[in-house]
């Protein structure tokens, strides 16, 4: 069983159109996090939540919204995309806030067109 | 602001030899440090984790040090295979977060 799985992997779109990726994690884990890997493969946070509630929003642009219906999920959609939203984005989970292992999916890549 | 630095070109080692990747950085004291490995299309997979507390951690062929002072950690493979060719990331313990590295890629040659 995929500890850490996303849909979809691969989404190729228009700039200005409105797409989601979903999450979803059975690990039992309580906090949840959105990354972004750019061409240069350097992986920055965007979000993490914590039994279902924000922690981090590290300075995204609010076209990027994340929504967690519950502590196993945490979706992320984006309005009005750009083409600097191009990117690979990972989702991750972990037992709590603490020191903890991070469990990471395989990946979305993002190509706008 | 808080800088972390691995080796930005690829470390090429022939297999059976000890691959040794650095990670260094500035203007932070974090608490732990943790390593993760990177395959071509796939998520990072946590391998190590070593606290500020602790000198060195070991898990089987992987050997991490961890330098305060120095501000630096170190990640050894030793009797490396070709197996173990990926990308490598160190990751410090932010506020309530990783903060990685970009990662050193890995080529292990037979």
């Known amino acids: 069983d995929t500890a850490v799985s996303q849909t979809p992997k691969y989404l190729v779109t228009q700039m200005g159109n409105d797409k989601s990726i979903k999450c979803e994690q059975n690990l039992g884990h309580d906090t949840m996090y959105w990354y972004k890997q750019d061409s240069k493969k350097f992986l920055k946070i965007m979000f993490s939540?914590?039994?279902?509630?924000?922690?981090i929003n590290e300075t995204v642009p609010n076209r990027f919204s994340p929504k967690s219906p519950d502590k196993a999920h945490l979706n992320l959609h984006i309005n009005s995309l750009e083409l600097g939203d191009s990117a690979v984005y990972f989702c991750a989970s972990s037992l709590d806030l603490s020191n903890q292992p991070q469990h990471f999916g395989d990946g979305t890549r993002l190509s706008i067109l | 602001s808080q800088k972390i630095e691995q080796n930005s070109e690829a470390l090429n080692i022939q297999e059976g030899k000890t691959a040794t990747l650095t990670c260094n950085y500035t203007?932070?004291?974090?608490?732990?440090l943790q390593w993760y490995r990177q395959d071509p299309g796939r998520g990072p997979v946590f391998l190590l984790l070593?606290?500020?507390?602790?000198k060195e951690k070991r898990k089987e062929r992987l050997k991490v040090t961890f330098d305060t002072t120095l501000k630096q950690s170190l990640f050894h493979i030793t009797a490396s295979q070709p197996a173990d060719s990926a990308t490598y990331l160190c990751?410090?313990?932010?506020?309530?977060?990783?903060?990685f590295g970009t990662g050193t890629r890995l080529q292990v040659f037979p």
């Open positions: 939540y914590n039994n279902k509630e924000l922690i």
């Open positions: 070593i606290r500020e507390n602790e």
């Open positions: 990751a410090l313990e932010g506020t309530d977060k990783l903060i």
């Open positions: 203007n932070y004291s974090p608490a732990y």
